[in-house]
């Protein structure tokens, strides 16, 4: 993190960061980019790949498969929908009409998030519970869905608005303030205080569900809960980070690989692996094409795939 | 007290999986049901467990209505082994076994001990520090057991417990199936309820107070081993020809075919 305050298009020496940090006075240009910019974005960051990374292991256990991601809910579809909507019908407002500071981009995108996922969960429950399997097959349904009105609303937009909507879908952490930082942030504790609770029920989940039952697990409610969590924490992020891939699918398995499959530790090591990594992307993002900056989405990809086929190759090694 | 289905019907898709059954499984007691494919079997347990509502009738456990017990304390009563389990994760042997202890406030160190006797009471010491998913069928068996074992580990202040297993012994080689009967009946003498199905009509007959003989939905027959399998029974229910002997050493009815 202390590097990571340091690298930027301006350069900011080690020394004169720290003595910022620690309140003593540095010139005003260094200390607006230090509090102003680096600080809320990187703090954006650790709190969003922290989220990412936790509700996808989440997701994985609840699902009882490795492969899902916190976008099977159809949150990041429907979020990705409500974000392009915006762009294309509100674009003149976009950059005056702010709200809280936070932009109608990012409250199209939450609210198409939520509103896939109560759909998604919606098609998947009846009398007798919430079927995982057809949640699943509801989530790609949605998504599919999702993805042709996102190519309608791209094929409708100008130039700028394109460049807009794929630039948002990369996903990036530029536009951090200290507004954003303080939603993500209280949804990020709201998280980390209430998964540890249902860890054990994750745990047991993995068994199956009726095996999990006869454990004494509330089934239904602990998958409610953790629904409405996921979407939570998955909208904000997306609302306010855009999409950032990889970070929720690959950092669970990573740490699973490493650490066991135990949801008392996998899902808060999966968040600070997530926080970790999005804040290492972040940093890359900022200083491999100064002056300009890549999106974070993007960086995320490049540096986890890598990591993650080499952990694959070595895991086949050891069998 | 026991575990009591009272006239259990259940209609499932168009089809009469169960028709009237009444049937008790005493604290104490080992009941096996046997039965051809397809006659009910699993689907009794079901209901005993509470995982299906039958359509008629009621399942009582100690008494009170199924339903009427919370999920939590009815989980401290009433431990179910499964026929198959779909973990695909790679929990190591003595994490799966801990899963039993999820119900009980017992605190870690108790629990450890718990899952390190059950463990090597199934014969799969070796396995503690072992992934699941690396294991064999066979062991894979003998971790569920002892998961379900932990479960049920210490008796209730709540009332009896019931052990309910679903081809317990289906993987399992000739020394592994005899440790499970043992085990079963070591529960027996500790007034557990053990209620299993099985195939193998000479394991029941060995292990079995009681036992059921299932055919199409109905019960065929209850009652000791001995008084249950005729030749009749067994060529009316199976349509197979076969001898009722005694076995020279348990005394138990051998069923050659």
Redesign the interface.
Same mark, same amino acid.
């Given at each position: 993190m202390l590097v990571s305050i340091t690298v930027g298009t301006v350069d900011i020496s080690v020394s004169d960061a720290l003595s910022a940090l620690t309140g003593n006075s540095v010139n005003t240009q260094t200390h607006t980019i230090l509090f102003d910019i680096r600080l809320p974005r990187i703090l954006l960051a650790i709190t969003v790949g922290a989220v990412l990374a936790s509700t996808g292991a989440v997701m994985q256990g609840l699902f /009882?498969n490795?492969l899902a991601d916190p976008s099977l809910i159809g949150v990041s579809s429907g979020a990705s929908v409500g974000a392009s909507l915006m762009i294309v019908t509100a674009g003149g407002f976009i950059q005056s009409g702010a709200l809280l500071g936070l932009s109608l981009v990012a409250v199209g995108a939450f609210l198409g998030g939520f509103a896939a996922t109560l759909l998604v969960y919606r098609l998947a429950t009846s009398g007798i519970g919430t079927s995982v399997t057809t949640m699943l097959l509801a989530g790609i349904a949605i998504g599919a869905l999702a993805g042709a009105l996102n190519s309608l609303l791209s094929y409708f937009s100008d130039n700028d608005m394109l460049r807009q909507i794929s630039l948002w879908q990369m996903g990036n952490l530029s536009g951090a303030s200290w507004t954003k930082v303080t939603i993500m942030g209280a949804v990020a504790l709201l998280l980390i205080w209430l998964f540890p609770r249902e860890s054990?029920a994750l745990?047991?989940l993995?068994? #199956?569900e009726?095996?999990a /039952?006869?454990? #004494?697990? &509330?089934v239904q409610r602990v998958k409610r809960r953790l629904i409405v969590l996921t979407a939570l924490g998955v909208g904000v992020s997306v609302a306010l980070a855009g999409l950032v891939g990889f970070v929720g699918l690959i950092m669970p398995h990573i740490v /699973?690989l490493a650490i #066991?499959? &135990?949801h008392r530790w996998l899902v808060p090591a999966s968040a600070l692996a997530g926080a970790t990594l999005l804040v290492i992307a972040d940093s890359l993002a900022r200083i491999v094409v100064i002056p300009a900056e890549l999106p974070t989405g993007i960086l995320t990809a490049l540096l986890g795939a890598p990591f993650f086929v080499a952990l694959l190759l070595q895991q086949r090694r050891d069998? | 007290m026991s575990l009591l289905a009272d006239h259990i019907s259940l209609h499932l898709a168009g089809f009469d999986l169960l028709r009237n059954i009444s049937l008790q499984v005493e604290a104490g007691k080992v009941t096996a049901i046997v039965g051809p494919n397809g006659a009910g079997k699993s689907s009794l347990l079901k209901v005993l467990?509470?995982?299906m509502a039958p359509t008629q009738g009621q399942v009582y456990l100690n008494n009170r209505l199924l339903q009427h017990w919370s999920?939590?304390?009815? *989980? =401290?009563l009433? *431990?179910?082994l499964?026929q198959h389990?779909?973990?695909?994760?790679?929990?190591?042997a003595d994490?799966?076994v801990g899963?039993?202890r999820?119900?009980h406030k017992t605190g870690l160190s108790k629990d450890r001990e718990i899952i390190t006797e059950a463990l090597d009471l199934v014969d799969a010491s070796y396995l503690q520090k072992r992934l699941y998913t =690396?294991m064999s069928g066979g062991e894979k068996q003998r971790v569920q057991l002892a998961r379900v074992l932990t =479960?049920i580990w210490q008796a209730s202040h709540l009332g009896d417990q019931f052990l309910v297993l679903d081809e317990p012994t289906s993987a399992f080689d000739l020394s592994h199936q005899k440790l499970t009967l043992d085990i079963v009946r070591q529960l027996a003498d500790k007034a557990v309820g053990v209620i299993m199905v099985v195939h193998d009509l000479n394991l029941a007959a060995r292990c079995a107070d009681n036992l059921v003989v299932f055919d199409g939905g109905v019960i065929a027959a209850q009652g000791s081993p001995e008084a249950v399998l005729t030749e009749a029974l067994i060529d009316k229910v199976f349509g197979v020809k076969s001898i009722i002997a005694q076995h020279p050493v348990t005394k138990r009815p051998l069923v050659i075919t």
């Amino acid at each position: 993190m202390l590097v990571s305050i340091t690298v930027g298009t301006v350069d900011i020496s080690v020394s004169d960061a720290l003595s910022a940090l620690t309140g003593n006075s540095v010139n005003t240009q260094t200390h607006t980019i230090l509090f102003d910019i680096r600080l809320p974005r990187i703090l954006l960051a650790i709190t969003v790949g922290a989220v990412l990374a936790s509700t996808g292991a989440v997701m994985q256990g609840l699902f /009882r498969n490795p492969l899902a991601d916190p976008s099977l809910i159809g949150v990041s579809s429907g979020a990705s929908v409500g974000a392009s909507l915006m762009i294309v019908t509100a674009g003149g407002f976009i950059q005056s009409g702010a709200l809280l500071g936070l932009s109608l981009v990012a409250v199209g995108a939450f609210l198409g998030g939520f509103a896939a996922t109560l759909l998604v969960y919606r098609l998947a429950t009846s009398g007798i519970g919430t079927s995982v399997t057809t949640m699943l097959l509801a989530g790609i349904a949605i998504g599919a869905l999702a993805g042709a009105l996102n190519s309608l609303l791209s094929y409708f937009s100008d130039n700028d608005m394109l460049r807009q909507i794929s630039l948002w879908q990369m996903g990036n952490l530029s536009g951090a303030s200290w507004t954003k930082v303080t939603i993500m942030g209280a949804v990020a504790l709201l998280l980390i205080w209430l998964f540890p609770r249902e860890s054990k029920a994750l745990n047991a989940l993995l068994l #199956g569900e009726s095996e999990a /039952r006869h454990l #004494g697990i &509330d089934v239904q409610r602990v998958k409610r809960r953790l629904i409405v969590l996921t979407a939570l924490g998955v909208g904000v992020s997306v609302a306010l980070a855009g999409l950032v891939g990889f970070v929720g699918l690959i950092m669970p398995h990573i740490v /699973r690989l490493a650490i #066991g499959p &135990d949801h008392r530790w996998l899902v808060p090591a999966s968040a600070l692996a997530g926080a970790t990594l999005l804040v290492i992307a972040d940093s890359l993002a900022r200083i491999v094409v100064i002056p300009a900056e890549l999106p974070t989405g993007i960086l995320t990809a490049l540096l986890g795939a890598p990591f993650f086929v080499a952990l694959l190759l070595q895991q086949r090694r050891d069998v | 007290m026991s575990l009591l289905a009272d006239h259990i019907s259940l209609h499932l898709a168009g089809f009469d999986l169960l028709r009237n059954i009444s049937l008790q499984v005493e604290a104490g007691k080992v009941t096996a049901i046997v039965g051809p494919n397809g006659a009910g079997k699993s689907s009794l347990l079901k209901v005993l467990t509470g995982e299906m509502a039958p359509t008629q009738g009621q399942v009582y456990l100690n008494n009170r209505l199924l339903q009427h017990w919370s999920l939590l304390d009815k *989980a =401290q009563l009433l *431990a179910v082994l499964p026929q198959h389990t779909m973990l695909n994760f790679p929990f190591t042997a003595d994490e799966v076994v801990g899963l039993g202890r999820i119900p009980h406030k017992t605190g870690l160190s108790k629990d450890r001990e718990i899952i390190t006797e059950a463990l090597d009471l199934v014969d799969a010491s070796y396995l503690q520090k072992r992934l699941y998913t =690396q294991m064999s069928g066979g062991e894979k068996q003998r971790v569920q057991l002892a998961r379900v074992l932990t =479960q049920i580990w210490q008796a209730s202040h709540l009332g009896d417990q019931f052990l309910v297993l679903d081809e317990p012994t289906s993987a399992f080689d000739l020394s592994h199936q005899k440790l499970t009967l043992d085990i079963v009946r070591q529960l027996a003498d500790k007034a557990v309820g053990v209620i299993m199905v099985v195939h193998d009509l000479n394991l029941a007959a060995r292990c079995a107070d009681n036992l059921v003989v299932f055919d199409g939905g109905v019960i065929a027959a209850q009652g000791s081993p001995e008084a249950v399998l005729t030749e009749a029974l067994i060529d009316k229910v199976f349509g197979v020809k076969s001898i009722i002997a005694q076995h020279p050493v348990t005394k138990r009815p051998l069923v050659i075919t």
